[in-house]
Structure formats: C-alpha cells, structure tokens
C-alpha cells in the first residue's frame, strides 16, 4: 500500500495516524521529496478522473490563471503536485483520494 503527499498536509496526517493506530502498513511517498512520475499521475486520472484528483481548494490551485484552471494538464499537475487533492492511496488496483474514517474501515 502506497500514500501519496505532502508531510505537513493535514488529511495526509490524520490518514497516517488512523492507519498507524490501526496497524496497517504503508509506504509514504511526499510529492516534494520524491515528484510523482507521469505514468502513475496518468493512472490516477485514469481511474478517479480530474474532478477527483484536482485539489481545487488548495492554494496551489487558487494561484493559477483561469486559463490554466480552465485548461489542467498532466504537463501542470507535475510541475506542481500540490493541485493532487490529498491523500492519495493506492492498495493493488484500488486509488482513493483524501481522507475520511469510513473509506478506510475496510483496511483495518
């Protein structure tokens, strides 16, 4: 199981701290340390869609032009991977984004 982040974002540390109470094993990847790559930001779209992994309330989001936020591209989103909406968890097949108890009952 692999999270992808930021450390100091705070559903990426909530989500951390219910899976570590919980005992579930995972691999955290920060966005800033290590940049995600193409394939696996493609995957994510793929699978969620655009609505699902743009973070359109973060600050990163709100500094674009309204051409940029009208015009999202993959090229964007590596450039600055703070617009993925966070957490993002990846278990097999399954990608989920964001954090909240009930989505992850059933990794526990």
């Known amino acids: 199981m692999k999270m992808y982040g930021?450390?100091?974002?705070?559903?990426?540390?909530?989500?951390?701290?219910?899976?570590?109470?919980h005992q579930v094993e995972f691999e955290f990847i920060d966005f800033r340390?290590?940049?995600i790559d193409e394939a696996t930001l493609l995957k994510f779209v793929e699978v969620l869609g655009w609505?699902?992994?743009?973070?359109k309330r973060s600050t990163s989001y709100r500094n674009l032009t309204e051409t940029q936020k009208n015009n999202v591209t993959i090229e964007l989103i590596l450039k600055n991977p703070t617009l993925i909406k966070r957490p993002v968890l990846?278990?097999?097949?399954?990608?989920?984004?964001?954090?909240?108890?009930?989505?992850?009952?059933?990794l526990i």
Do not use: H, M, W
């Open 6 to 21: 930021i450390k100091n974002c705070d559903s990426v540390k909530k989500a951390q701290k219910y899976l570590n109470s």
């Open 33 to 35: 340390d290590s940049p």
């Open 51 to 55: 609505e699902k992994v743009i973070n």
């Open 90 to 106: 990846v278990t097999g097949a399954d990608i989920r984004v964001g954090f909240s108890e009930k989505s992850y009952l059933d």
